[in-house]
């Protein structure tokens, strides 16, 4: 398949944006860009294209998907006895990086949940996104647009580099601003629980839902075979070919740990990078985790061109956003994590 490569300049945004909602509306599927991470974008309304978009990615089939509205209207087409306090969540931080899981109605393609009775919705706070979701008039599941298991887009050629010649078209838009998926809240159980983390953060979330669980998948390893809240989280996912360990330890004791270990390689802060010799890729600084979101995903795909055995990754704080890249993190290093 020939995949089109679709500008955002100025003079091609209004032909990008229609073509785009042209190819959706035939059910076609298309990588555009959202303020979290690249989303490969196929009409939720239409089994078929949702189809292509598992097919695309290599994306297991229990695994469902994010449906991305443009208007609150769209909201309560597809979900249903939505809790007050999800849509003051809706008020507060839509258009953003949160995605409330609800009760679904039949309005979307049974394969968008994958079999469950729920449907996780969010409205992107993209202007490319959301032109394209309204040009469209369709809610729009879109995945990340990777292949299933590999670090998630954060730039268009990210997208190439995995998906060109299996779907129709990518947009190519600025970088991500923010650089990790949503954050995932379901108001299917009672208390609301967080499934994952990301840029609205468990501290901001409980402002409106003081009683938010953070479930256990977040910090650790599902048990195999446990039924999990969200399926997305008992795969493999984010790592480099390049075995990966998450360290926790002050800059000393990391470059200690990094130095001795020949044929290996670190992803460590901007502020400690002069201490340490072996091949090294910067994520951001320790004190700023939005600089640490901004890359981590980049710089995941970078690791395995440095030709080292091992790569250790300084763990960033659990705090506020920093939850969310330590969250990637420790999956990106199937849970191997070293405490110095
Ligand atoms: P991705 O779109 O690749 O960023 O992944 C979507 C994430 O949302 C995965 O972790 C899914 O398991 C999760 N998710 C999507 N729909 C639901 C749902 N109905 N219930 C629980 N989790 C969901
Ligand atoms: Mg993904």
Known sequence: MNTQKLKTEASAYRETVEKSAAILKN???VAIPTETVYGLAASALDDNAIKK???????????????????????FEIAQNIPEKALLCAEKFWPGPLTMVLERTDKTAKSVSAGLNTVAVRMPDNSVALDVITVSGLPLAAPSANTSGSPSPTKAEHVEADLDGKIDAIIFSEECAIGVESTVVSFCCNPPRLLRPGAVTAEQLREILPD???????LAEPEKDARV???????????????????????????????????????????????????????????????LAHEVFSVLRRVDDLGVKQVYIHAPSKNGVGLAVYNRLLRAAAFRVITL
């Open 53 to 75: 978009v598992f097919t695309a990615k290599g994306r297991p089939q229990d695994n469902p998907l994010i449906v991305h509205i443009s208007s609150m209207d769209t909201l």
């Open 212 to 218: 938010l669980v953070i479930d256990s998948a977040v």
């Open 229 to 291: 809240e969200s399926p997305g989280v008992k795969y493999k996912h984010y790592a480099p070919k390049t075995e990966a360990f998450l360290v926790e330890g002050n800059s000393a004791d990391f470059a200690g740990l990094v130095n001795s270990k020949p044929d290996s390689a670190a992803i460590c802060f901007a502020e400690e990078a002069d201490g340490i010799t072996v091949p090294k890729l910067c994520y951001g600084t320790s004190e700023n985790e939005f600089t």
């Open 27 to 29: 059910g076609g599927i």
